[in-house]
């Protein structure tokens, strides 16, 4: 049972990552590949809040959504000058350039050592130190993330992002200023993924840089592409598919010498596989071109 909540944690974790890229690169079609880096800011304001200053955690997830949605905010007004390959290759950059801030301010972060010790969250003074009562607080976190995407999907701001994602250039003729839409959903999505890394860290207890690398950021939009872009139920899919296929695999019985390697080699095979025949996903709208 304890292996079971670990991985439902783990799951809305991913989950909350997932919806939130969903509503930037299936709404509003903007290939991002920075989301790991609001992830890991999240998580880091989180860790520095309780550890260094006893900052209550849902105090702390307040401070990371903030600090986020103002770097978010200035960056975003960056990428909005850029359109397609180029947009994603400048989300790419500053991952990289996040990733490196958290490696190598060690007066901060710790640097490669990470911060250990990173509190449990408390409610009116009860510590919800059990994985049990963590996970209610992983689903009530993940509850308000996908009230807010479901919200965002039925607007009218909703329908201007699938329209920004079909043809930018048509909505523009009507006289919409659609640098504002995507600087707001992408200051939107860095805010909830922000939401994701409170929790990770004190769950984990522990944050380190290694956990917020672009590899991060590349499989978090494996899980938005495989469960299906512009679909927020299709998100939830990818996301139990890609937590828990791995889990799977353990399971196989290959032979220990080889196991780690294997293992790799048929998830890599398996998605390589429902790329080919789901292109979609597995309830997208669209493909992504």
């Known amino acids: 049972m304890p292996y079971l909540i670990h991985i439902a944690i783990l799951f809305f974790i991913y989950a909350i990552l997932g919806v939130s890229l969903n509503l930037v690169v299936g709404y509003a079609g903007l290939l991002s590949v920075a989301h790991a880096a609001f992830y890991g800011i999240g998580a880091y304001v989180t860790a520095i809040a309780l550890t260094q200053y006893g900052i209550n955690f849902f ?5 990371g959504m903030l600090l986020s949605g103002i770097v978010s905010l200035l960056v975003g007004m960056v990428f909005s000058k850029f359109r397609d390959d180029y947009y994603a290759l400048a989300s790419l950059g500053f991952n990289v350039i996040v990733f490196s801030i958290f490696l190598n301010w060690e007066s901060m972060t710790k640097g490669p050592l990470g911060i250990p010790g990173v509190g449990k969250p408390t409610v009116f003074g009860y510590e919800i130190a059990s994985n049990g009562t963590f996970l209610l607080l992983a689903i009530a976190l993940f509850a308000l993330v996908y009230m807010v995407a479901t919200k ?5 701001f909703g329908r201007v992002l699938k329209a920004i994602r079909e043809d930018e250039q048509a909505l523009e003729v009507f006289g919409y200023r659609v640098e504002y839409f995507k600087l707001a959903i ?3 999505g860095a805010a909830m993924a922000s939401v994701a890394g409170s929790l990770f860290a004190s769950y984990i207890t522990y944050v380190d840089p290694s956990s917020f690398s672009l590899n991060e950021s ?3 939009l494996a899980i938005v592409i495989m469960g ?6 299709g998100t939830l899919a990818g ?3 890609l937590v828990l296929l791995p889990e799977a695999l353990r399971f196989v019985g290959l032979p ?13 095979a398996i998605l390589v596989l429902l790329m080919v025949y789901r292109p979609r996903g597995f309830v997208g709208e669209y493909e992504l071109k």
Request: glycine share 10%; no cysteine.
């Open 186 to 188: 992408f200051v939107i």
């Open 228 to 233: 299906g872009l512009g679909s927020i139920r």
């Open 218 to 220: 590349i499989f978090i």
């Open 152 to 156: 965002i999907d039925g607007s009218s």
């Open 256 to 268: 220990t010498d080889i196991a780690a390697q294997s293992r790799q080699v048929i998830y890599g």
């Open 239 to 241: 996301a139990l598919f």
């Open 59 to 63: 105090v702390s997830v307040l401070l």
